[in-house]
């Protein structure tokens, strides 16, 4: 898993009442997300790390942050198994 996870360009996104709904066309399949997965995912930019995103959460719910220092990477985990993030290689690879 990336240190700084990124989603796919490719993944259409809407927010509904305060939570994404990400539609996966190479997959056929929507995600309806909660809304601390949401937070999560707006995060997952290539530029936040998993610590910065834990540390915002933690913030932004004044949240346990013990609680928190495995909640997030489980949800990043969870994104990668559904092939919602871009791969390390993707990632590292100099834009064109």
């Known amino acids: 898993m990336g240190q700084r996870p990124k989603t796919r360009s490719d993944l259409e996104q809407r927010v509904v009442d305060g939570e994404a709904v990400v539609l996966d066309r190479q997959a056929d399949k929507i995600h309806q997300l909660n809304e601390t997965a949401s937070f999560i995912w707006d995060r997952c930019d290539g530029e936040h790390s998993i610590s910065e995103i ?19 990477p489980s949800a990043i985990e969870e994104f990668e198994k559904l092939g919602l993030l871009e ?10």
């Not at 791969?87 to 064109?96: M, N, Y």
């Open 54 to 72: 834990a540390a915002e959460l933690a913030t932004e719910f004044s949240a346990d942050q013990s609680a928190i220092e495995t909640d997030v």
């Open 87 to 96: 791969s390390k290689e993707s990632v590292e690879s100099p834009s064109h």
